[in-house]
Antibody, heavy 124, light 111 residues
């Protein structure tokens, strides 16, 4: 059974840094691209970043590029999001999500499993 | 960036009645014979869950009352007979290119 569990969300002040983790189980982690998606309070879903299964390819939204870094430890089946220079408008629930893959279909398809999310309030 | 536009933003449906949500993409989502388009449902207080991917494939466990029509840039999520458990916010998403983008969401509630 696939499980994704985020952790690390705490109240931080603007300008501070924070690292989120997403512990996974129930599947061969290294075979899947992983993503972070966030949701500001009362708002919609916003894709943040992705990392390929081998950790070589990364991609970011313009809103976080240069401030956030996605990484993974395949030996621990864990995904990370290092967030620097946090701003008030980064306040959100951060979800990790598994990238759905199918043999013969290149690229990103969809997100087939999601964690429960971890809240990151950025407040002075 | 590819912009995804949903309509309506909210709808209220009587149980047993059909419902439809539209999603328009600013760019064709077709590539190499595949359509990189998906639908998600976020029930109140829960994480999003995948309903449909590659335009028309239902995810595991999704009832067959959910279907998707359309192609290219115009899509619709169709619910043949709404049930009370279908309450929540529906999102469309494109994964053809990064940044991956979502529609604004459509809130469905029960009359």
């Amino acid at each position: 059974q696939v499980h994704l569990v985020e952790s690390g969300g705490v109240v931080v002040q603007p300008g501070e840094s924070l690292t989120l983790s997403c512990a996974t189980s129930g599947f061969n982690f290294r075979n899947y691209a992983m993503h972070w998606v966030r949701q500001a309070p009362g708002k919609g879903l916003e894709w943040v970043a992705l990392i390929s299964g081998d950790g070589i390819e990364e991609s970011y939204s313009d809103a976080v590029k240069g401030r956030f870094t996605i990484s993974r430890d395949n030996s621990k089946s864990t995904l990370y999001l290092q967030m620097n220079s946090l701003r008030i408008d980064d306040t959100a629930v951060f979800f990790c999500a598994r990238g759905l893959s199918r043999i013969g279909i290149p690229g990103n398809i969809a997100f087939d499993f999601w964690g429960q999310g971890t809240l990151v309030p950025v407040s002075s | 960036d590819i912009v995804m536009t949903q309509s309506p933003l909210s709808l209220s449906v009587t149980p047993g009645e059909p419902a439809s949500i539209s999603c328009r993409s600013s760019h064709s989502l077709n590539s190499n014979g595949f359509t990189y388009f998906s639908w998600y449902l976020q029930k109140p207080g829960q994480s999003p869950q995948l309903l449909i991917y590659l335009r028309s494939t239902r995810a595991s466990g999704v009832p067959d009352r959910f279907s998707c029509s359309g192609s290219g840039t115009d899509f619709a999520l169709n619910i043949s007979r709404v049930e009370t458990e279908d309450v929540g916010t529906y999102y469309c998403m494109q994964a053809l290119q990064t940044p991956i983008t979502f529609g604004q969401g459509t809130r469905l509630d029960i009359k």
